[in-house]
Each structure stands twice: as structure tokens, then as C-alpha cells.
């Protein structure tokens, strides 16, 4: 063993539940564990990052980690913290989704090892999609009471909540389904572990039943607490919907500036759990961090580590250098350097005007270009004055009124940017 995973998470801060005896059975000798991840969509986003976490620093301590895609549950919809059920998918969105999925998970566990403590991941469709109703009610059903099933929070709720139009037999019996999940994965797998987010403590403690009625054996359950904001608004969400682990889905400019322009109340608490940076490392940075708080150097590591660890240390060194293109000092050469994608998530919302490439080719004026063919500016006469204040610049360079744009200082090819000042920007689009 490595490490002690149940301490090693408590001092994390991401430990909610843990069931009476997990430490020592995990002391005891190489265990396995497993993590469910609902795949309704082929990427992860970082709501689903806990759970990541907690296999890898589980697999770290020399554990076997099972990373469970819900092929079969995700046909279903799980009522824990939702309203309504979830959109169902074919087989054939879930198999794409699972093999998107496995290979975000492979950033973070090592699937291919020869070692006995590689990951493995495994798809509840696989072992349910065979097995008849009557089968399931036969075998699994008759061993859990409805009492038991409506004695979960997760149901409580549901049927409680004033905005609910009841709960479908299908959401009723999802906690059937996980629960079952995980004593097929004790029978085939010796897996004693079950861990999730604590709106999943339900539905987990409901498999461990099953395992000591149908199993003849025991389960252990360990669940994280919900990641919040200080501020009350949800941890992962932005405007623009989830943060993503895909690039494509969400730009590494933009998760690198997700994790910067955390408070510090949560930095402090998201380094512990979102980084492998160890007690000392994370002790030295908070205490420099609170006599220094403008520097935000907690946000700083924490954004560079997070996105290395998702992306690459290129995607890494590419955001800072977008950031300071936007908030810092930079060359027309920096400017430059920016890939398309990177360049529009940077300047996004920025004021835009469309001019000809034939004027740029011709040479466009600087009255032309703030205010006669953009109405960047009110006035050709409030153009002038800028321009004689001396506080109009051209892709981050100073230039007077005699200065003519052309297609030479184009980024990539079509994109111009103009400052008034040092808060006013305008983005020139060739067309």
C-alpha cells in the first residue's frame, strides 16, 4: 500500500459518508472500488471530476479502480436531485459516449499496466440488457421491501416536492438497478466498494443490502460531499452551460480561466481536492496566498495544474499567453500566435465591424477604421482626438493618425484588434 486512501481523502475535505469499518478493510489488503459515471453525453465534464479523483488517489494507494459507464441506467434516468427524468438513449449513442468517456478517464488511470491494480472500466449494459423482467423481479426484487425503497431520501423528495408530477415505476426502481450493479461487481470482480456523490448514499447503501441478502457477503460505501461555491451559484456551470473536459466542447483558454477566477474561499478548498499536490505543498501555498491574496497565486496553481492534468502543458502555456494578450502586456507577435479558436474565445463579446479585404489591400485609414466604416466611435472628429491623444493602438501598438491598416498586420488572416484606451476594444473583421 502506498497510501491510506481513507486519510489521504479526509484531509482532501472530500470524505461526506463513509460506512462504519471501509478504513480497515481497505488496510487490509488490495481492494477493488468502483465509481458510476452517467454517459448522456460523449465528454465529462468537471462535475464529474470528484469521482475521478477519488478512483485515481484510490488506485494511487494501490487499490483496483472500476470506472462503471451506466450504459443501462442511463436508459433509465436516476431521480436522485432531479426533477424530471433524464432523455434515454440507443445503444448506439451510448457505446460512442463510453468510448469518448474512456479515453478522458485515461488522462487520470492507468488502464494498461501490467500491474493487478490497473483500472478497469466496465458497462452495466453489458450485464443487463440480457436479463428479463421477470428474471430481475425474481431474483433481485423479491430480496428489497418497498418500505426499505421509500425510506430513501432521494424518493422522499421526489414525491414531497410540490413541482413533482410523481415519480415513474422506472425512476422508482433505479435504486434496484445500482444496487444490483454492484453486487454483480462483488460476484465477478470481488469489488467491495462503492463511492459516489452523497445524493448517491442511497442507492449505494441499497447495493451493500443487496450484497449481504443476495451476496452472503459485505459492502462498504464512501461518498464525497457536493462541490459548491462560496457564493451559492453551482460549482461546473458557467453562462455557456457545463464546463467540459473536451476541448472541443469547452477551449482550454476557457477552463484555464474557469479555475483562475475562483474566490479564494474556493480555491482554497478546490486545490485540495481537484490537484495531487501533496499536504505540505498545499499548506506552504495557502498561508503565501493569505499574506498575499492579490497575487492569486493559489488561483494560479491551481489553474495550471488542473488544466495540464485535463489538457497538456502546451493547452497551458497557450491560455496564459491568451490571458495576457487580453488582461496583460503583449506584442503584435503574441497576438499572432493565437490559433483562430483561441483568438475568437479570447475576444468573444467584444465589439466587431466588418470591413473589405480589397480597402484593407488599398490601405485603410485610421478615421476609416474607428469611425467612417465602423462606428467604433461616434464621430470622425472623436476618432481624431483619440488618435491625437495618442491612445489608439492597432493590434497592441501605438499608431498616429497617418497609419494605414494593412493586409500585413492581419491575425490569422482576417482578425484586427484596436484599443482606445486601455478598456476599450474593437476587433476588425476582414471579409
Request: proline share 2%.
Amino acid at each position: 500500500m502506498n497510501k491510506n486512501f481513507v486519510e489521504e481523502l479526509t484531509w482532501r475535505g472530500m470524505i461526506h459518508d463513509v460506512m462504519p469499518g471501509t478504513e480497515e478493510h481497505l488496510n487490509e489488503q488490495m481492494r477493488a472500488a468502483y465509481v458510476g459515471i452517467d454517459p448522456t453525453a460523449d465528454s465529462l465534464h468537471i462535475g464529474h471530476l470528484v469521482g475521478v479523483m477519488m478512483l485515481r488517489h484510490f488506485q494511487l494507494a494501490g487499490h483496483k479502480p472500476y470506472a462503471l459507464v451506466g450504459g443501462a441506467t442511463g436508459m433509465i434516468g436516476d431521480p436522485s436531485g432531479k426533477s424530471a427524468e433524464r432523455n434515454l438513449l440507443d445503444e448506439a449513442t451510448l457505446r460512442h459516449n463510453q468510448n469518448s468517456i474512456k479515453e478522458q478517464l485515461s488522462r487520470f488511470l492507468d488502464f494498461e499496466g501490467a500491474e493487478e491494480n490497473t483500472a478497469v472500466l466496465v458497462n452495466n449494459y453489458d450485464w443487463m440488457k440480457e436479463f428479463s423482467f421477470l428474471d430481475f423481479i425474481r431474483d433481485v426484487g423479491k430480496h428489497i421491501t418497498v418500505n426499505y425503497m421509500m425510506a430513501k431520501d432521494s424518493v422522499k423528495k421526489r414525491l414531497s416536492s410540490d413541482a413533482s408530477e410523481g415519480m415513474s415505476f422506472t425512476e422508482f426502481t433505479y435504486q434496484l438497478v445500482q444496487g444490483y450493479d454492484f453486487l454483480h461487481l462483488f460476484r465477478e470482480h470481488q469489488c467491495t466498494l462503492q463511492m459516489g456523490g452523497s445524493d448517491q448514499w442511497g442507492n449505494i447503501t441499497t447495493g451493500t443490502e443487496m450484497i449481504r441478502r443476495i451476496g452472503d457477503g459485505k459492502g462498504y460505501a464512501l461518498t464525497c460531499p457536493l462541490i459548491t461555491k462560496a457564493d451559492g451559484t453551482k460549482f461546473g456551470k458557467t453562462e455557456g452551460g457545463n464546463i467540459w473536459l473536451d476541448a472541443n466542447r469547452t477551449s482550454p483558454y476557457k477552463f484555464y480561466q474557469y479555475w483562475l477566477n475562483t474566490s479564494d474561499a474556493d480555491a482554497e478548498k478546490y486545490i485540495k481536492i481537484f490537484t495531487f499536490l501533496s499536504k505540505e505543498e498545499i499548506e506552504d501555498l495557502t498561508s503565501k496566498h493569505q499574506e498575499a491574496p492579490h497575487l492569486r497565486e493559489l488561483q494560479k496553481v491551481l489553474a495550471k495544474e488542473v488544466t495540464v492534468m485535463v489538457h497538456s502543458e502546451e493547452d497551458y502555456n497557450n491560455a496564459v499567453k491568451a490571458s495576457e494578450v487580453l488582461f496583460g502586456k503583449s506584442t503584435a507577435e503574441d497576438l499572432k500566435s493565437l490559433n483562430e479558436a483561441t483568438f475568437l474565445d479570447v475576444f468573444e463579446g467584444v465589439p466587431q465591424a466588418e470591413v473589405s479585404r480589397a480597402e484593407v489591400e488599398a490601405g485603410l485609414d485610421m478615421i476609416g477604421a474607428l469611425a467612417a466604416k465602423t462606428d467604433f466611435l461616434k464621430s470622425n472628429g472623436e476618432a481624431r482626438r483619440a488618435l491625437k491623444e495618442n491612445s489608439v493602438s492597432v493590434n497592441k501598438e501605438k499608431v498616429q493618425e497617418d497609419y494605414t491598416i494593412s493586409l500585413d498586420d492581419l491575425i490569422n488572416d482576417k482578425y484586427v484588434i484596436i484599443n482606445k484606451g486601455k478598456k476599450n476594444t474593437y476587433i476588425l473583421v476582414v471579409v
